[in-house]
């Protein structure tokens, strides 16, 4: 077992929570037991996660996508109001973390989704803003077609991507920011990348990707992100004398 305090202060250190300026707060959003002996994963707080979670009799939930984002509702009332309720009658915990979660290194949902790709030579591109570098590329072991780097990727997530090609010529070179990041295509274009995948598309993405020359991924927002808080969670377990389980709440986007 490991202490709430100890484990909230442990990941924030971890997960260098403090060099972010997030879109939502990173750490412990949701307090409960003050003493944790199982943990449960998850993509996204939604409240089939928090319904499974505390059937499998969790003392904490870790996520990525937790509440509390900028412009949000602050009421707790309705479907949050529901979510929060739930967890605060169960005693059970909610850890969220967002930016954090997709910038490290080796537990991240990018590095994690590279790994999975099999990309190798893993670097950052420099952020545009104060914050730690959340784009990366890597590079393929061997140049191939967008057609079957597509194939890559319908294999290592299970689903078929959303493929805009963008020109002629192999792919090696791959960037790449899980979730909705398909504006950082433009972002990641001068770093030499011969393609982009991310999780979401928008209307604007397919003429970027034609006048940019790069080919364009869209793979899922949740299938993209569905590593990295996995490993963060099996990292936790071999650290600390807790269980953990990863539940995957399936969804399409």
């Given at each position: 077992?490991?202490?709430?305090?100890?484990?909230?202060?442990?990941?924030?250190?971890?997960?260098?929570?403090?060099?972010?300026?997030?879109?939502?707060?990173?750490?412990?959003?949701?307090?409960?037991?003050?003493?944790?002996?199982?943990?449960?994963?998850?993509?996204?707080?939604?409240?089939?996660?928090?319904?499974?979670?505390?059937?499998?009799?969790?003392?904490?939930?870790?996520?990525?996508?937790?509440?509390?984002?900028?412009?949000?509702?602050?009421?707790?009332?309705?479907?949050?109001?529901?979510?929060?309720?739930?967890?605060?009658?169960?005693?059970?915990?909610?850890?969220?973390?967002?930016?954090?979660?997709?910038?490290?290194?080796?537990?991240?949902?990018?590095?994690?989704?590279?790994?999975?790709?099999?990309?190798?030579?893993?670097?950052?591109?420099?952020?545009?803003?104060?914050?730690?570098?959340?784009?990366?590329?890597?590079?393929?072991?061997?140049?191939?077609?967008?057609?079957?780097?597509?194939?890559?990727?319908?294999k290592a997530l299970d689903r078929d991507p959303l493929f805009i090609p963008g020109r002629d010529g192999p792919v090696?070179?791959?960037?790449?920011?899980?979730?909705?990041?398909?504006?950082?295509?433009?972002?990641?274009?001068?770093?030499?990348?011969?393609?982009?995948?991310?999780?979401?598309?928008?209307?604007?993405?397919?003429?970027?990707?034609?006048?940019?020359?790069?080919?364009?991924?869209?793979?899922?927002?949740?299938?993209?992100?569905?590593?990295?808080?996995?490993?963060?969670?099996?990292?936790?377990?071999?650290?600390?004398?807790?269980?953990?389980?990863?539940?995957?709440?399936?969804?399409?986007?």
């Amino acid at each position: 077992m490991i202490e709430l305090n100890t484990l909230n202060d442990y990941l924030c250190d971890l997960l260098n929570c403090a060099a972010y300026d997030d879109y939502c707060p990173n750490g412990l959003q949701v307090a409960g037991k003050s003493t944790i002996k199982k943990i449960v994963t998850g993509v996204t707080a939604c409240q089939a996660l928090i319904d499974a979670a505390i059937a499998e009799k969790a003392d904490a939930i870790l996520v990525h996508h937790g509440y509390f984002w900028k412009g949000e509702d602050p009421c707790l009332t309705g479907m949050k109001g529901q979510r929060i309720k739930t967890l605060l009658q169960a005693d059970v915990n909610l850890l969220a973390y967002h930016l954090p979660l997709d910038g490290h290194a080796t537990l991240g949902n990018n590095a994690q989704l590279a790994q999975r790709l099999g990309l190798q030579n893993l670097t950052p591109i420099p952020a545009q803003d104060n914050n730690p570098p959340i784009v990366f590329k890597g590079e393929l072991p061997t140049a191939c077609c967008g057609e079957d780097f597509a194939k890559v990727i319908a294999k290592a997530l299970d689903r078929d991507p959303l493929f805009i090609p963008g020109r002629d010529g192999p792919v090696k070179t791959i960037g790449l920011c899980t979730g909705g990041a398909q504006d950082y295509m433009v972002q990641a274009v001068p770093h030499g990348i011969d393609a982009f995948l991310t999780g979401e598309v928008s209307e604007r993405t397919f003429h970027e990707a034609k006048e940019l020359g790069v080919h364009f991924f869209a793979a899922g927002h949740h299938a993209t992100e569905r590593y990295g808080i996995q490993a963060l969670g099996e990292h936790l377990a071999e650290k600390f004398p807790i269980k953990h389980q990863f539940i995957d709440i399936p969804n399409p986007v």
